[in-house]
């Protein structure tokens, strides 16, 4: 979802990827949320940070706490914040509905946006 975010709302300024620890397919829930809020992430793809390690990246943000304790190093001088957000399926996990668990999404989707109305400023 940050990276659908970053490049609807900041598209001009920042190229924004998204990777992580283990891939696991785009979450058909974070589509349908993303879509409510008039963005498409159905092109992106879930993605190994080996996959994007080697791009001269200015800031890697981690959005997970098990992202941030584990973030690799990478070959390009870069800054590396951490921004913490709820794990939407972890979230889910627990819903006893499928609206419960929409809204965890929704929360997580509206809090990322947030954030992300904040780049580049926030990381200065």
């Not at 920042?14 to 949320?33: C, D, K, M, R, T």
């Not at 809020?37 to 200015?58: L, N, R």
Request: charged fraction near 25%.
């Amino acid at each position: 979802m940050a990276e659908g975010w970053a490049r609807h709302l900041k598209g001009d300024s920042i190229q924004a990827f998204s990777a992580g620890l283990e891939a696991h397919g785009v979450n058909p829930n974070a589509v349908q949320v993303m879509q409510e809020a008039g963005v498409d992430i159905t092109s992106q793809k879930s993605q190994k940070v080996a996959e994007v390690e080697t791009i001269p990246f200015d800031f890697v943000i981690t959005v997970c706490g098990h992202a941030d304790e584990h973030c690799p190093v990478f070959s390009c001088s870069t800054t590396v914040a951490h921004f913490g957000f709820d794990d939407p399926p972890k979230l889910a996990e627990n819903a006893k509905t499928e609206e419960e668990a929409l809204n965890h999404y929704r929360r997580v989707r509206d809090e990322i946006r947030t954030f992300v109305d904040t780049l580049p400023e926030v990381l200065w």
